[in-house]
């Protein structure tokens, strides 16, 4: 069965440092997404991609976090500046089309800000 | 927020239905409903959605009440491997919808033996 995968599955990294974390979508998938978990609370949605834009972003989403689809077969997050309260799981997802289709996610990378 | 109302806490036998409830008291004509469960900080998974007919797949049913201010998520026969947060998201779509969605709390199900 098809799955989303993503790498690296944990990161540490010191404050104000940058980070990228990777993603590979399901390979028909066309929209590409990002959520953040910090521990112990809800899920988040951070921002949604198609057609190589952003479509929506989350008031978390500021100038801090970037996407990009570097080729056909990636989807990154990059965090410039990385602070502790980015400390979360990440989690990727994408979705064939957009509406009521379902979003696959990806098993998530554990981000440790230090 | 959230739009929705969920017990957070659940238990069920092994081997029993499990029928997880979810008040969406103010649901509009065009939001479906959606269950997505999380198995302990895995990635969310789907299971389900609907917009008023009661649905099946080979993972559960949803069953909608005819007013569609409520729902119940039915596990048919749990398993231990079913112990997960399970979701309930109301969400519209709309044409161009991006699939956004939001969480809630959602309900602990704990299966046991």
């Known amino acids: 069965e098809p799955e989303v995968t993503q790498t690296p599955s944990h990161q540490v990294t010191q404050m104000g440092q940058e980070v990228i974390l990777r993603c590979v979508p399901i390979s028909n998938h066309l929209y590409f997404y990002w959520y953040r978990q910090i521990l112990g609370q809800k899920v988040e949605f951070l921002v949604s991609f198609y057609n190589n834009e952003i479509s929506e972003k989350s008031e978390i989403f500021d100038d801090q976090f970037s996407v990009e689809r570097p080729d056909g077969s990636n989807f990154t997050l990059k965090i410039r500046s990385t602070k502790l309260e980015d400390s979360a799981m990440y989690f990727c997802?994408?979705?064939?089309?957009?509406?009521?289709?379902?979003?696959?996610f990806g098993q998530g990378t554990r981000l440790t800000v230090v | 927020d959230a739009k929705t109302t969920q017990p957070p806490s659940m238990d069920c036998a092994e081997g029993r239905a499990a029928n997880l409830p979810c008040n969406h008291s103010?649901?509009?004509?065009?939001?479906?409903v959606y269950w997505y469960r999380q198995i302990h900080s895995q990635g969310p998974q789907y299971i389900i959605h609907g917009l008023k007919n009661n649905e099946t797949n080979e993972m559960a049913s949803l069953i909608i009440t005819e007013d569609r201010k409520s729902s119940t998520l039915i596990l048919p026969h749990a398993t231990l491997r079913d112990t997960a947060v399970y979701y309930c998201?109301?969400?519209?779509?709309?044409?161009?919808?991006?699939?956004?969605?939001?969480f809630g709390k959602g309900t602990k199900l704990s299966v046991k033996p």
């Open positions: 998201i109301v969400r519209v779509n709309y044409g161009g919808s991006q699939g956004n969605l939001i």
């Open positions: 997802a994408s979705s064939e089309i957009g509406g009521i289709t379902e979003a696959f």
């Open positions: 103010t649901i509009s004509g065009n939001e479906y």
